[in-house]
């Protein structure tokens, strides 16, 4: 997950760089999950203007809830 975070810190707009850090932290079942999201998501938000898609960050939203098992705020997410 270091590995990770250090991507984040370095430039907060790669969701790929997020998702990844979730998936490392669910696997290693850290309590840290629910904070990840809430960065990601304040990282993402602003700079949704800036991605190629419009549907880049609420997918990577997405499949960050997906990850934590939570289906129906990743189809929410989808669905934007």
Partial sequence: AKAF????????????AWIELLAAQALANSPATSATVAKAEA??????????SKATVPLALGRMQAI?????AAERLYLE
């Fill in 43 to 52: 990282a993402l938000r602003p700079r949704a203007d800036a991605m190629p």
């Fill in 5 to 16: 975070e250090t991507a984040v810190a370095l430039d907060a707009a790669l969701p790929d």
């Fill in 68 to 72: 934590l098992g939570d289906l129906s």
